[in-house]
T-cell receptor, first 113, second 117 residues
Framework: DAKTTQPPSMDCAEGRAANLPCNHS???????VYWYRQIHSQGPQYIIH???NNETNEMASLIITEDRKSSTLILPHATLRDTAVYYC??????????????FGQGTELSVKP | GAVVSQHPSRVICKSGTSVKIECRSL??????MFWYRQFPKQSLMLMAT?????????EQGVEKDKFLINHASLTLSTLTVTSAHPEDSSFYIC?????????????FGSGTQLSVL
């Protein structure tokens, strides 16, 4: 699976949009981009995933560049409860050894009042 | 969404004893479950893939005789840390994949904090 690069930390003001970037320049055509987050001392929580089209759900939006080499997770109105480590993960949709997810270092997002 | 229950949430044990952690999928059947461990300030590290009715597949560097995994039913996988030592103290997290498709998203348990004295 392709490797991802994320900034180690980011700050965001409460109520503003949080834009979390992820670089996956070696992504292949069969690989999805997944986003999970982990609030301190809890298990990771699924946020969103996509292949090449932009995606939106009740939690966030995922913007994938046309060349698919990078993506941005957008939390439209960040709240204090969104403070967490956000992981961007690339996973092959077919050849992923049972569907396992390999976590990188993630971005620690701090939402401040 | 799908719920994965992990028990216990916290356990303290003496060095040399064994500890069993349970991972249950509450509202779906999980042919495949995954076990991770996480040290403070670090990311999740995949330990093994657990398949119902067959032997687990361990990641490189993970001792299969120390971390015993049993996946006897479609809703339950267990991780037993045998002869635990202080260096095994960590946050253990399981996840489960509903459905057969490999691109199904995974759902995670809430984790087990193991402290070995």
């Amino acid at each position: 699976d392709a490797k991802t690069t994320q900034p180690p930390s980011m700050d965001c003001a409460e109520g503003r949009a949080a834009n979390l970037p992820c670089n996956h320049s070696t992504i292949s055509g069969n690989e999805y981009v997944y986003w999970y987050r982990q609030i301190h001392s809890q298990g990771p929580q699924y946020i969103i995933h996509g292949l090449k089209n932009n995606e939106t759900n009740e939690m966030a939006s995922l913007i994938i560049t046309e060349d698919r080499k990078s993506s941005t997770l957008i939390l439209p109105h960040a709240t204090l409860r969104d403070t967490a480590v956000y992981y961007c993960i690339v996973r092959d949709r077919i050849y992923n050894q049972g569907g396992k997810l390999i976590f990188g270092q993630g971005t620690e997002l701090s939402v401040k009042p | 969404g799908a719920v994965v229950s992990q028990h216990p949430s916290r356990v303290i044990c003496k060095s040399g004893t064994s500890v069993k952690i349970e991972c249950r999928s509450l509202d779906f059947q999980a042919t495949t479950m995954f076990w991770y461990r996480q040290f403070p300030k670090q990311s999740l590290m995949l330990m093994a893939t657990s398949n119902e009715g067959s032997k687990a597949t361990y990641e490189q560097g993970v001792e299969k005789d120390k971390f015993l995994i049993n996946h006897a039913s479609l809703t339950l996988s267990t991780l037993t840390v045998t002869s635990a030592h202080p260096e095994d103290s960590s946050f253990y997290i399981c996840s489960a994949r509903p459905g057969q498709a490999y691109n199904e998203k995974l759902f995670f348990g809430s984790g087990t904090q193991l402290s070995v004295l």
